[in-house]
């Protein structure tokens, strides 16, 4: 005799369960990318979770071909997708303002007051017009 199952375990499980799981991690990778200013390591497991994001779509887009339930998982894959293109570019800016970002960090941290923490800001606006300057004027073309 088959147990029935019930309504809980069917609706975290399956392949709706796992769109869920995959949507959810590239919205979190998202999330992670957008809202914070870019550091090598947020933005290292941003493009983890939104590559998650990705294979869990994918996985179940193959596994869908033996199944008969067929769900949508477009929506899954264009958030994993966008993420994934979103944090390889936040990657890339962290890198490449790696220095920048540090010394407001740094300054940040010491921070006291709202004056203390405009001044900061202040400060990170400039550094990052000199290096866009230092960029411009050492690219082959300008």
Known sequence: MTEPTSPLRSRFSGPPAVLRLALLLGLASLYLSLSIIPSPGRSTLSLVLASGGVALALRTRNSQKA?????????????????????????GAAVLLHTEIARYDQCTAGAITHVSTSLCQNQLRVDLNARIAHLRSSSPTG
């Open 67 to 91: 199944e008969p339930i067929k769900v949508r998982i477009l929506p899954a894959m264009a958030v994993s997708l966008l993420g994934t293109l979103i944090a390889m570019l936040s990657l």
